[in-house]
């Protein structure tokens, strides 16, 4: 939809009309002098002067009428379903609060960008785990990092959870083996520790 298409009419009686939209639309001012007040909402918070977004209008009309309803200047935020079902997922990451998204490619957020852009998703607590395909009942034992990360890139979104923790004990646990192995192993074992614990990204991302 673009600016000055038609949402919907609205038929007016004579009174207070309460209008709900589907959505959240960019409106065009309603202009009438059949009109006395018109209050545009988003849910129950009034919006203020400037650019009009509601999916909820209260108008008081001085007498029975008809009037288009239009698309204003903004955007409308609607459903990525490709984009959403890539965030489902029954083993390993499976879910997270606190969203934020970035521009990675060259810092630049907004609207309109490429779709060939990179983006990191930052996420607050996470469920890291097994859940069941049919009742989405999650399986023990069941996991909460403080964060984790999801890179979209190429119409894929791969997910890394912050495991520092985690690693150091395997880290370790390699060391300890190490001394167990035969003369060949000890040198191979030592070059990945070094390489792992080197690597800053690495050691406080796994891939999951």
């Known amino acids: 939809m673009k600016k000055g298409d038609l949402i919907k009419v609205i038929e007016l009686k004579k ?9 959240i639309y960019p409106l065009e001012p309603l202009k009438s002098k059949n009109l006395n ?3 545009y909402m988003i849910d129950d918070e009034v919006m203020k002067d400037g650019v009009i977004y509601a999916n909820k209008l209260m108008i008081d009309a001085k007498n029975a009428e008809n009037v288009e309803l239009k698309i204003g200047a903004g955007y409308i935020a609607e459903k990525d379903d ?10 390993g990451w499976s879910g997270g609060d606190g969203i934020y998204s970035f521009n990675i490619t060259n810092g630049k957020d907004g609207f309109d960008l490429r779709e060939d852009l990179k983006t990191l998703f930052f996420f607050g607590d996470t469920f890291v785990g097994t859940s069941d395909l049919k009742t989405h009942q999650r399986y023990q034992p069941h996991l909460m990092p403080n964060n984790s990360f999801g890179v979209h890139e190429h119409g ?12 150091r004990k395997h880290i370790m646990r390699l060391k300890r083996q190490q001394k167990k192995c035969c003369n060949i192993y000890p040198a191979l074992v030592e070059v990945l ?4 614990w080197k690597n800053s990204i690495a050691a406080q991302t796994v891939l999951f």
Not at 82 to 91: D, G, K, R, V
């Open 82 to 91: 490709e984009l959403t079902n890539q965030f489902i997922s029954y083993h």
């Open 156 to 167: 894929k979104t791969n997910f890394l959870i912050k495991m520092l923790s985690k690693l």
């Open 15 to 23: 009174g207070i009309n309460t209008i709900t939209l589907d959505r």
């Open 37 to 39: 007040i018109i209050t």
């Open 193 to 196: 520790i070094n390489k792992i």
